[in-house]
């Protein structure tokens, strides 16, 4: 049995997945976690200033969720949490028009990285209960995320302070990574495409690259 097969076997056994949070600071990543924990008060979230895990279990998966500090001077530290990492999920505020070039610039520097190789991609363009905020296909066109070849992806329009989309989300993501590690024939990968495609909720855009 290759390497490759035991880690996929204990990783089934355990059904435990690891999950980054990244993204620009003020995007939503603390108070998006402390919704779908089920967290009700949502107005006191402090800027991350290092990083902060949260464990929580969905639908059937154990999800070991990183939350870390997207403050410009934190981002070199980012590559720290890079081991293991089954998915990225990557949080937009799309009410920030102006930061959405620096958002692309670090998030095709993320796609370059190595250990993320093998890493699905959830974009979340979260704030959309802001008036005039950006739609999800208009944040795509703009991260360029139809030029992903690299990784697994789709953009989920969401908002942490309705709630909307996220569990849509998740799902999604870890559905995306248990097929990759739990069936890996070829045969098994297209058939899980072609029906996460027809099941994408409405709105959300998805490639797999
Ligand atoms: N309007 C709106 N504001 C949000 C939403 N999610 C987060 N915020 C606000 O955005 C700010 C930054 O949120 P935070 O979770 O600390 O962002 P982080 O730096 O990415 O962890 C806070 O003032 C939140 O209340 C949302 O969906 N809609
Ligand atoms: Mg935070």
Known sequence: MGLLSIIRKNKQKEKELRLLFLGLDNAGKTTILKRVNGQDDISQVSPTLGFDIKTFVHKGYTLNVWDVGGQRSLRPYWRNYFESTDAVVWVVDSGDRSRLEDCREELWSLLGEEKLAGATILILANKQDIQGSMSAPEIA?????????????????????????????????????????????????????????????????????
């Open 141 to 209: 066109t703009r991260l360029g995320l139809e030029e992903i070849r690299s990784h697994s992806w789709r953009i989920q329009p969401c908002s942490a302070y309705t709630g909307e989309n996220l569990l849509q989300g998740l799902d999604w993501c870890v559905q995306d990574v248990a097929r990759r590690i739990y069936f890996h024939g070829t045969q098994a990968v297209s058939s899980h495409v072609s029906s996460s495609v027809s099941s994408s909720v409405q709105g959300a855009v998805q490639r797999v690259g």
